[in-house]
């Protein structure tokens, strides 16, 4: 999906691991989510190859929200819900 500001797109771990370790190795961001930072750049690529791996075995969506500076300032995760498509009616 993309806006004039806004670009989401699946993670690529060879190419995003260094711009994701700037957000995800920084304690003082990290700790608003809960999780012990990145210690190194190689790290954060396993953890996003990770995340790819788990997303291809789901209907979830995850993946890096760019600014127009091209920056990497989110991660953003998409799940569909189960109940809701389980509730509507088919299309004729």
């Given at each position: 999906?993309?806006?004039?500001?806004?670009?989401?797109?699946?993670?690529?771990?060879?190419?995003?691991?260094?711009a994701?370790?700037?957000?995800?190795?920084?304690?003082?961001?990290?700790?608003?989510l809960?999780?012990?930072?990145?210690?190194?750049?190689?790290?954060?690529?396993?953890?996003?190859?990770?995340?790819?791996?788990?997303?291809?075995?789901?209907?979830?969506s995850?993946?890096?929200?760019?600014?127009?500076?091209?920056?990497?300032i989110?991660?953003?995760?998409?799940?569909?819900?189960?109940?809701?498509?389980?509730?509507?009616?088919?299309?004729?």
């Amino acid at each position: 999906m993309e806006t004039d500001r806004l670009f989401l797109r699946d993670w690529d771990p060879p190419n995003d691991a260094e711009a994701a370790f700037l957000l995800y190795g920084d304690p003082s961001v990290v700790r608003h989510l809960h999780m012990p930072p990145q210690a190194s750049i190689e790290t954060q690529r396993d953890a996003l190859t990770q995340i790819q791996a788990e997303v291809q075995q789901t209907t979830d969506s995850y993946g890096p929200q760019r600014d127009d500076c091209a920056r990497i300032i989110a991660q953003m995760r998409v799940e569909r819900d189960a109940t809701r498509d389980a509730n509507q009616d088919p299309q004729p």
